[in-house]
T-cell receptor, first 114, second 114 residues
Framework: AQSVTQLDSQVPVFEEAPVELRCNYS??????LFWYVQYPNQGLQLLLK??????LVKGINGFEAEFNKSQTSFHLRKPSVHISDTAEYFC????????????FGKGTTLSVSS | NAGVTQTPKFQVLKTGQSMTLQCAQD?????MYWYRQDPGMGLRLIYY???????DKGEVPNGYNVSRLNKREFSLRLESAAPSQTSVYFC?????????????FGPGTRLLVL
């Protein structure tokens, strides 16, 4: 079965600094990978997803992620964060098979301060 | 276009009481999902409905029942609430049951069971 590990539960950064949120997955078959963001008291929304093709995926709000098959990672990056990026970020994985469920990591809380 | 809506937003129950969480989507999506979110646990799938007329168990179905009332609506019922069911419940929908689909989430229902 597939699983997702988000290596940091909390990441504090200063405004305009770069940030990387780390995600590793385990699966014996090919997967689809997602990053979702949850702002306080809201539902989740998609930041970006990797299905196939280019390993560098660009998403909304200036975020990007790189799929690394050999390291089974899908780290999320942003070169310069804003206060408004403060939120919880979830990495998720699903198998490249119809009807398989999305498995979420436990989340990383990004706190951006001035 | 409201997307995914959930009612109620907040609910307090006593142990043993029952309630139904309502979810509706106006995106003409075929598949719908119920998740629970607990601190430090990420989101865990309770039940899903790949299409109208079908429902299947997810990772944590015990203590819950679901009804796919029609294509738009998917309800979650707690027959006899327990304190362990204190959580935030999210409904989501996807256009199809293909695993690469983006999930669209509602704003959540915050449930406290005393």
């Amino acid at each position: 079965a597939q699983s997702v590990t988000q290596l940091d539960s909390q990441v504090p950064v200063f405004e305009e600094a770069p940030v990387e949120l780390r995600c590793n997955y385990s699966s014996s078959v090919s997967v689809y990978l997602f990053w979702y963001v949850q702002y306080p008291n809201q539902g989740l929304q998609l930041l970006l997803k990797y299905l196939s093709g280019s390993t560098l995926v660009k998403g909304i709000n200036g975020f990007e992620a790189e799929f690394n098959k050999s390291q089974t990672s899908f780290h999320l990056r942003k070169p310069s964060v804003h206060i408004s990026d403060t939120a919880e970020y979830f990495c998720a994985v699903t198998l490249n098979q119809a009807g398989t469920a999305l498995i979420f990591g436990k989340g990383t809380t990004l706190s951006v301060s001035s | 276009n409201a997307g995914v809506t959930q009612t109620p937003k907040f609910q307090v129950l006593k142990t043993g009481q029952s309630m139904t969480l309502q979810c509706a989507q106006d995106m003409n999506h075929n598949s719908m999902y119920w998740y629970r979110q607990d601190p430090g646990m990420g989101l865990r799938l309770i039940y899903y409905s790949a299409s109208e007329g079908t429902t299947d168990k997810g990772e944590v179905p015990n203590g819950y029942n679901v009804s796919r009332l029609n294509k738009r609506e998917f309800s979650l019922r707690l027959e006899s609430a327990a304190p362990s069911q204190t959580s935030v419940y999210f409904c989501a929908s996807t256009a199809t049951a293909r695993s690469q689909e983006t999930q669209y989430f509602g704003p959540g229902t915050r449930l406290l069971v005393l």
